[in-house]
């Protein structure tokens, strides 16, 4: 299947594949923070929804879906960096460790600060990442989403201020791309509260 959908060779296919089975591996029997209709939603979903946002933007590589799949991997299990950089290929691994937060409640401001200078894949993976959690938010905890969407106001001022970096890697159709998505998920938020308050 991904032989398919990348063209690439054995190599890079098994990079990707392994990426994918060490996230579902790892993530097995974690669920994500609330209930959808009564059901807990299994934790995979999450990584993979980073992944396909990833994809849909025009920034999937090898490199960028094996990172997106496993960005959580080393913040939420105990795999060692090693195993990672075996499985998922160095450059992965290293955008793997840029996404990882190991600080408290009072660092993730700063961490969120990191973003100004990471890598601009770190940066769009990450931007996948905090969108599809707010999407997650408006449906467990509703309350929650807007708040949580606005504690990131440092990461998505370095997405404002790196628009250009975007485009020169990956071409200007990924930076509107990226940015549409986040206007979308602001909307969102603006419906919610709006219907919160009828």
Do not use: C
Not at 84 to 96: C, R
Not at 107 to 129: C, G, N, P, V, W
């Amino acid at each position: 299947m991904f032989a398919k959908i990348f063209k690439t060779d054995g190599g890079s296919v098994n990079k990707l594949e392994n990426a994918v089975l060490l996230a579902i591996k790892y993530h097995n029997g974690e669920y994500r923070k609330g209930k959808v209709n009564g059901q807990s939603i299994p934790y995979i979903i999450h990584p993979i929804n980073v992944m396909e946002a990833v994809w849909v933007w025009g920034a999937g590589t090898e490199v960028t879906l094996s990172a997106s799949v496993t960005h959580d991997i080393k913040e939420n299990t105990a795999i060692k960096h090693e195993e990672l950089e075996f499985e998922i290929g160095k450059e992965a691994a290293d955008i793997v460790t840029e996404l990882t937060y190991e600080g408290g409640k009072e660092q993730k401001k700063e961490y969120m600060r990191t973003f100004h200078t990471s890598s601009i894949d770190a940066l769009i993976i990450k931007i996948a990442d905090r969108l599809d959690n707010v999407k997650g938010f408006m449906l467990t905890q509703p309350d929650y989403a807007q708040k949580y969407f606005d504690k990131a106001v440092d990461l998505f001022g370095a997405l404002m201020s790196r628009l250009d970096e975007i485009k020169e890697k990956y071409g200007e159709q990924t930076s509107k791309n990226i940015v549409d998505s986040y206007i979308s998920v602001q909307i969102s938020l603006s419906i919610l509260e709006t219907n919160k308050e009828r």
